[in-house]
């Protein structure tokens, strides 16, 4: 029983890892961006909304 709970414990550490390291990688994204920006015309350039229609999955699958 212990086996099981460290296992499922080291999932959700690694899987909560990996979503941080993707929310830093998107900041740092939108930073560049940003500063691309404002060095860059005012000229707007519309971009796509991104929608997603998955179910949620556990974050052991991940």
Do not use: C, K, N, W
Not at 28 to 42: I, K, P, V
Not at 51 to 60: E, G, I, K, Q, V
Request: glycine share 6%; aromatic share 4%.
């Amino acid at each position: 029983m212990q086996y099981s709970a460290d296992f499922i414990a080291l999932g959700t550490y690694r899987a909560d890892v990996r979503a941080g390291e993707h929310e830093l990688g998107l900041r740092m994204s939108a930073d560049e961006r940003t500063a691309d920006d404002a060095g860059a015309s005012s000229v707007v350039v519309p971009r796509r909304r991104r929608s997603h229609h998955r179910a949620p999955r556990l974050a052991l699958l991940r």
